[in-house]
């Protein structure tokens, strides 16, 4: 009795694959130091998002917003010297900034509080004439260095008001009153920019959507998304400086973000209106030690498979472990959110990324998706994903329709055994500041393991079975295989001819 | 019934790593290309030879020497534009020349016969005295350019003198003149270079040595260094582009080697004079298939634990595949004798030097070795290396004396299952000319398989058991292991907690 | 009494500035060096041209053709090693092969008549099928790896057949019989490919260039493009290595390039056929000293103002001194083709072409051109060239017309005094082979002079006046100011006050 | 009636060349920073320091100093994340923290008071003990990291106590006690680190080192050294942002720098106790106007020329403009210490500083010295500095004793006129954020123009004649030329046949 599965090559799955849409990152000053910059550049390279999305555009360490005394009149002075240092680096990168507006200048700012080991003012500004002028200033100095591409950067406004620490009180008025100045603002500078909101998070998010779109309707305001957050644990345990949480069901949390993109769909005037998760993951806390295992990116493939079906888009919260909110990291190895950990070690999660990269660009044509796999059906080749969350080793095995040809099967495993930084750190004894041979070890013991094998199709279908560990994530392509050996060579006579 | 290897840490056995003392090259020519200084940097920053040494220094495509007509009288003039570019790169790269004289520049040949695709002429000088010039005039030259490190940099008379087609014939009496002719007039310049010869290789072995040193003793000569090749395969099978060979027995290669070295000690002046082997590999032959195989490189990790025994040095031939001899090859995966293809991607024999580069790193101290390993004792760690040439798969299990410590076991495995390049290529169809994808696949594939563990020590040892495959080479390293964990961080709950 | 002259913003001159369309090269083989690759990613990083033509595409440093005996039949395979290791870096670098279809591999030669140091046969095939079968095969074979572009890649028909040195006794018919073979079997392959030819060069242009198009005509052709050299010096003076050559009259030699065009155009079939210049220079050998020089510079600024009246392109022979035709140079300034010396020193020439295509990208109204200037219009800006042949120093005074704006003037100026890396390396003593240290110096001394001044236009008018020194070439832009001095910078009292 | 000056080889004037020895730097943080690290690697390339000094390494930013509850108590964690990432760099770029130990972590700190944009804490320690257990903890980490080296790495106990900004109150017996405490502690550790004090600036010099040294005395301790700093203009004039200055006289403040080693002197116990001038410049404001100019290169050239004079070396503040202590630039040239501004484009100063390294590596035999001129006479060469500080242009003449030999002379100017970034800018408009092309622009200006002639020595003597500009710094080598052209290559006719 087996258990292979019939893969019907004209299955057409809806699959919305937006792997390389947009990630997060830490605060925008982070962006001007070197490590910060190596690592996106790593991923850049083995990824390549389109967009990336942080906080901390109008906090004082990139110095945009500033007042002198002149005359006994207090004036206003802007200072682009840092942002344009950073969006340089993001376009010379071949990524372009999703434009968070926040958080609060101190000068600005109406309150003192501030969130965040680097301090972000979460309060309303003491008037909002002077935020506006800020953010549309910003748009036209921009414009002005990035032409008319920055009117397709999008922009949120704010970043999770609906949680006190980050909006002073969680004040739900106040904040509608922040989206539709600031929306209003851009929109009379040019309608052709892109604004969403309300970036929440978590807690209440029927209550805020359904309440912001009621805002927007009464206020005669379109806005051009509706953005939230998607989390998935339960609250950590904490021990120490470290997190740790259960995981929360996978289907449970895809039930949730269904209902948010019911409620937008309930309202006529936004119907089908963009929804776009703005960051996600699986702990939402910067020591969530699970982000460094193999059982996050397993979990992050399923994540993948399936997030697109309610959303336009999803940011994966973040590119690189770069990140000061609850301080300066200890050790390489302390459950920060990045793809990738110190020193551009990939995580295995960072591999997750890349397969569905790889799978995007051999097509949209998804034949198969099931909890722990799926397949896209390319030009002369098939490729998929297979994931094991959790689960001991299993045997996954397929039939896909096919002429009478050869393949060569390659495969790229990241599991327990093979690709596995955590370990590998842990056996060295955990050390918080390895030296350079010992960051060489890990780093190199980071990549998949990858391997081939030759296939032969019969009576009109071929065969793959894909063994994958627990917490394995194996991307595999089948390809067409055109033989064509050179004069004289031989390969099973070079293996046995000595 | 245990096969437990009871290792003493107070043993001493001789053991001469020169791992990285010399590598050999394709003509000096190719230097120019950027596929060669590509690999070639590749090689130096993973491994880092001292010494490289080729063919082709006065062979026209470098364009020392050349004559003019002035006046109806033929005059002489050098070119060191290329030789300069050359060099210049080696030592950029961290390597030095190790020089060898030859072939002959066509306008100052005796004949016509040629060697090579790439047609170095083998026959003598038409006038000594111009050969002699033209050298003298060179290390001049070499000297002013780089200083007096030159002196140190070794100097071999010509190459296989003993092969008709290296040297005219073949001819004995012709070839110890210009060995004469060529020492004097070096030494004269400054004594302090070091001249060595004759360079031959396979046939008659014994014959040319002993008469070599019994013409130097008759005219009062003492060469620097005798010099020789040694290739381990019986004459091959042709097949198309390619060559099959039998490895020959280990044990009957190194007895050769011994003979050679009972000749020169044999004579009283010349007792103990260094001897280097200024070529060494499997396969002799540019398209011998066993080159690119897993077992070559467990049959060198043999050799390369021997042959300081009887040998002041070793010299690999060669260090990339950018070699011409026999033409321009047709696929990257063609027998040559590089440690890396085409596109830098490393061939198991990499590994193998890779990995005793680190056991020198380690240290000096031989505390065991057999047929299949080696172990050294280092400060605070142990370092060895298990090879397994063409058995089925084994265990090797050591117990070494330690105090009561933890370790961590690192170990490096390249076998035919985790770092087979070859199998990779063979499987993607033996394409001729790989896109990109198809090299990054192999290149991606062709890194050892990197794990980590935990050891403790107890009762004064520490059991260590490695696994070898067929074809294995394995480094492995046992480090003390200093555990400390940042405050709340415990990995076995990281593991199991979600 | 000035001399002003009055330029008018709507005057628009027909000019064809073509600077960047295709450069020419040492044979093909030569693009493995590294030394050639540093100086071609030079040349594209300031310049950047579209196409690179040069010769040696079929010789056997390349080695594409090969012959072998299989039961007694002579067959053939092809390698295609070496020429995509070539392309491969000719697309990295942004430029693309314009495909010169020759010479005759050795295996294939009906004769042994070759040409230059690297010994290029030129004589025809010893089967014209053999000829037609490899360059269709080329051709299958870079549209697979390259895709559907190489369809636009122009090719030419062999090099300059009207000379007997690169033709076997130059003999016309037989070349007419080689291109007609072809261009049809190429057309057979794929019409779509751009076929030109006759590739002919200074002597008895007119009677080629009529009788191949007479011959076209016969045959039923139509060449998608007549091609022709072109050169500006007498026969040169030798001594020992070097050739010192004088300049002909410019505009003699532009009549001579129209009287091809207006043979073409004599033909109702082949009238407006596009004419290619596939190679151009002031000397024609690879030791015309004049290459050097500041005047070479000069002379080529007119030469680009000018070469786009009558031609579709021209091709500046070449981008850099790697070449070999006459042996290997044994100085860094032996009157090479370059714009670059070795080492990547840019020569005044360089400029030349730099500053073309700073005008090119300013735009393409041509506003004014006389015998030493020409002047863009482009956005807020107008940008020219103004250069001096040979002549004593004097000043160019133009009037603009103009709004009442403030500019800025931004000159760069080479000539003998400011970058003149000759001079300098005269003035070191003449070293053949140049230390680090007098690269440096030299190459530190071989980049323009930058200047700038603000400019007040006045009167609806604004006045420029640029002092040109003997063989001087002068980039100059002259931009609207706007000036945006920060909060309390005053730059007269910065400089003024201590 | 000429001013020849004869110069006479045997002359041997002190000079103590220590331009290399120490750089200053913003604040340590800023060390994460990629503008900040290319602007390091840029002036280490060029110049190569081989200590650096900044502030801040105890400062929250670098986030070494953690306390947390526990058990109800509070303990302490040490973070070295940020230190090691940053002194790694250092390294990796061949350069050595000079360790300046401050500011106070907010969490050890007695009180609120801050200095600079940047918040550092300048009040003493809430317990001496938390303090010298941070100190020591932070060496022992160093040592283990990067060797015994460490050893070596010099140690100042904080900055400027003496100013009340910087130390609460200036309170002299406070800062007495952190020395003390600090210095008892290290050297209780190890008592081969080099510690010294007190940094002190500016105000009441001559007491505080008289004061600090009697303390020493009595205390029984012996520094290593006395550090002070190094100022030279008038109290600045301020307008918006920038701060105008006068220079003051050169000779006013070297004296003023011999009171402070005639001090030290006159203690029997420290008489020639090593002093380091550990901070100078022209003017001490981070918006000094004057540091941008050509004027500040000149005046420094002086300085450069005196200051080993009476100090163990001296630090210019600092290597580059990024720095915040008065809050982040508005544009490029807004008076920054820095020898390089954004965009790695070098100030006229950073040549100054260029051509003294460049005068080191000649060698250390000064055969003249006056107010705008230096000599040295190396090995087949003279190599010299000229200068004009703000005077009308003049010529310099010496008469150099000489064999009767053929020299070249080599000239690199900076002035007004060749090298002029700050001119470039505010021709450009001033623009506060460049765009790539103005960044080229102004960037392409700012490198010395290189000039070289033939010179004859005759009689015994050879002449050379420098024209200086006003404020011109130009750097000379005068070269034995060998001159050795190629077979046939006559310069002269190069010129002229054509």
């Given at each position: 009795?087996?258990?292979?599965?019939?893969?019907?090559?004209?299955?057409?799955?809806?699959?919305?694959?937006?792997?390389?849409?947009?990630?997060?990152?830490?605060?925008?000053?982070?962006?001007?130091?070197?490590?910060?910059?190596?690592?996106?550049?790593?991923?850049?390279?083995?990824?390549?998002?389109?967009?990336?999305?942080?906080?901390?555009?109008?906090?004082?360490?990139?110095?945009?917003?500033?007042?002198?005394?002149?005359?006994?009149?207090?004036?206003?002075?802007?200072?682009?010297?840092?942002?344009?240092?950073?969006?340089?680096?993001?376009?010379?990168?071949?990524?372009?900034?999703?434009?968070e507006l926040g958080f609060m200048p101190k000068a600005m700012a109406s309150g003192t509080q501030t969130i965040f080991y680097w301090e972000g003012n979460t309060t309303p500004p003491k008037d909002y004439k002077l935020w506006t002028d800020m953010v549309v200033n910003l748009l036209k100095h921009l414009r002005a260095r990035y032409g008319e591409e920055v009117l397709t950067?999008?922009?949120?406004?704010?970043?999770?008001?609906?949680?006190?620490?980050?909006?002073?009180?969680?004040?739900?008025?106040?904040?509608?009153?922040?989206?539709?100045?600031?929306?209003?603002?851009?929109?009379?500078?040019?309608?052709?920019?892109?604004?969403?909101?309300?970036?929440?998070?978590?807690?209440?998010?029927?209550?805020?959507?359904?309440?912001?779109?009621?805002?927007?309707?009464?206020?005669?305001?379109?806005?051009?998304?509706?953005?939230?957050?998607?989390?998935?644990?339960?609250?950590?345990?904490?021990?120490?400086?470290?997190?740790?949480?259960k995981l929360e069901d996978a289907q449970m949390r895809f039930d949730n973000l269904q209902s948010s993109r019911d409620i937008i769909d309930s309202f006529e005037e936004f119907k089908n209106l963009p929804m776009h998760?703005?960051?996600?993951?699986?702990?939402?806390?910067?020591?969530?030690?699970?982000?460094?295992?193999?059982?996050?990116?397993?979990?992050?493939?399923?994540?993948?498979?399936?997030?697109?079906?309610?959303?336009?888009?999803?940011?994966?919260?973040?590119?690189?472990?770069?990140?000061?909110?609850?301080?300066?990291?200890?050790?390489?190895?302390?459950?920060?959110?990045?793809?990738?950990?110190?020193?551009?070690?990939?995580?295995?999660?960072?591999?997750?990324?890349?397969?569905?990269?790889?799978?995007?660009?051999?097509?949209?044509?998804?034949?198969?998706?099931?909890?722990?796999?799926?397949?896209?059906?390319?030009?002369?080749?098939?490729?998929?994903?297979?994931?094991?969350?959790?689960?001991?080793?299993?045997?996954?095995?397929?039939?896909?329709?096919?002429?009478?040809?050869?393949?060569?099967?390659?495969?790229?495993?990241?599991?327990?055994?093979?690709?596995?930084?955590?370990?590998?750190?842990?056996?060295?004894?955990?050390?918080?500041?390895?030296?350079?041979?010992?960051?060489?070890?890990?780093?190199?013991?980071?990549?998949?393991?990858?391997?081939?094998?030759?296939?032969?199709?019969?009576?009109?279908?071929?065969?793959?079975?894909?063994?994958?560990?627990?917490?394995?994530?194996?991307?595999?392509?089948?390809?067409?295989?055109?033989?064509?050996?050179?004069?004289?060579?031989?390969?099973?006579?070079?293996?046995?001819?000595?």
């Amino acid at each position: 009795m087996s258990n292979k599965i019939i893969v019907n090559d004209n299955e057409s799955i809806r699959f919305n694959n937006k792997v390389d849409f947009c990630v997060g990152t830490g605060r925008l000053g982070l962006a001007l130091t070197s490590e910060y910059l190596d690592e996106l550049e790593f991923v850049q390279r083995e990824i390549g998002f389109k967009y990336i999305r942080g906080h901390g555009l109008f906090t004082d360490d990139v110095a945009i917003y500033h007042e002198y005394e002149e005359d006994g009149v207090t004036k206003v002075e802007y200072n682009y010297t840092y942002v344009d240092r950073i969006f340089d680096k993001y376009i010379e990168l071949g990524i372009r900034p999703f434009l968070e507006l926040g958080f609060m200048p101190k000068a600005m700012a109406s309150g003192t509080q501030t969130i965040f080991y680097w301090e972000g003012n979460t309060t309303p500004p003491k008037d909002y004439k002077l935020w506006t002028d800020m953010v549309v200033n910003l748009l036209k100095h921009l414009r002005a260095r990035y032409g008319e591409e920055v009117l397709t950067w999008p922009i949120e406004v704010w970043n999770e008001p609906n949680l006190p620490g980050f909006w002073y009180k969680a004040d739900m008025p106040e904040y509608f009153k922040l989206f539709k100045e600031t929306f209003l603002a851009i929109k009379a500078y040019d309608e052709r920019f892109q604004v969403g909101g309300p970036a929440i998070c978590g807690v209440n998010d029927e209550e805020w959507i359904r309440s912001f779109l009621v805002f927007c309707k009464e206020n005669n305001i379109k806005p051009d998304s509706v953005t939230r957050h998607h989390y998935t644990v339960e609250f950590p345990e904490y021990d120490g400086q470290y997190a740790y949480s259960k995981l929360e069901d996978a289907q449970m949390r895809f039930d949730n973000l269904q209902s948010s993109r019911d409620i937008i769909d309930s309202f006529e005037e936004f119907k089908n209106l963009p929804m776009h998760i703005t960051e996600f993951n699986t702990s939402y806390t910067a020591r969530g030690v699970i982000h460094d295992t193999n059982l996050n990116a397993a979990y992050i493939a399923q994540q993948l498979s399936r997030l697109g079906d309610m959303n336009e888009s999803y940011s994966y919260w973040t590119f690189g472990d770069v990140f000061e909110e609850v301080g300066v990291p200890f050790t390489p190895f302390h459950g920060g959110f990045g793809l990738v950990a110190a020193n551009c070690i990939p995580k295995p999660t960072f591999w997750t990324f890349a397969f569905y990269k790889k799978l995007k660009e051999v097509g949209d044509k998804c034949i198969y998706r099931d909890d722990d796999s799926i397949i896209i059906k390319g030009d002369k080749k098939y490729a998929g994903i297979v994931w094991n969350i959790d689960k001991d080793e299993f045997l996954k095995e397929f039939e896909l329709g096919s002429d009478d040809k050869e393949y060569v099967l390659i495969t790229k495993t990241v599991d327990e055994e093979t690709c596995n930084p955590l370990k590998v750190w842990h056996d060295l004894g955990e050390p918080a500041n390895p030296d350079k041979e010992e960051v060489k070890i890990i780093k190199d013991s980071a990549f998949p393991s990858i391997k081939t094998d030759v296939i032969k199709a019969a009576d009109g279908k071929v065969d793959l079975s894909l063994k994958a560990g627990k917490n394995a994530v194996i991307y595999f392509e089948l390809k067409e295989r055109e033989f064509t050996p050179d004069r004289g060579y031989n390969y099973e006579k070079v293996l046995t001819f000595h």
